[in-house]
């Protein structure tokens, strides 16, 4: 994948690993912000987590909100009952509903845009280890082939699934073409 076909929302951009003084140690600050990071995050989670609780309230639904910190995001992940796929949808769009409304709100109370990533009932996990093995599957058939490959229009988050798993495999790369919402991942040989 070529920079020229990476839009803003492909990328999770991560801290800095070279904030370190000359003996490898955190430079000065860089412990503070690390720390302060991850205490915003925890409170970004805390505001979800208290907000969704009183959407499944409203709603009627029973599910186990469970709070965490993967990189540089929070992740809120919810759980329970068989009924909580209603709030997924068939392809994932109540859920990117829910967690864009989840981020609105945090937004409300902090003053500061979230970048917090909504689960429920594990399928965003189960989603993007589906793409993982699209990803893998499509790169060795080109590489077996010669030939390229579109995917279906995926969204910036799928999207990103793919592109790392194709950069897995030597000998292919992916880039993205078309517009939203029929943006596509191409996979060609290097």
Known sequence: MTDAHITEPDVDVEPSV???????????????????????????GEIAGDYLEE???????????????????????????????????????????????TRLAVHQKTGVRS????????WRRRRREELAALGDKVARRVLD??????????TPFERKI????????????????GAEPSRRVVVLLD
């Open 162 to 177: 793919v592109h790392d798993a194709v950069a897995a495999v030597p000998g292919v790369h992916s880039e993205s073409e």
């Open 55 to 101: 959407l499944l309230d409203l709603l009627d639904f029973d599910g186990d909100i469970d709070l965490d910190v993967e990189g540089n995001r929070a992740v809120v992940s919810i759980d329970g009952s068989d009924d909580l796929n209603k709030l997924v949808g068939r392809t994932g769009e109540v859920l990117d509903a829910l967690q864009e409304l």
């Open 115 to 122: 970048r917090l990533m909504l689960d429920i009932a594990s």
């Open 18 to 44: 070279e904030d370190v003084n000359e003996n490898g140690a955190p430079a000065e600050g860089t412990a503070d912000e690390g720390d302060d990071l991850e205490e915003r995050l925890v409170a970004e």
């Open 145 to 154: 082939s010669g030939e390229r490959e579109e995917l279906a229009p995926m």
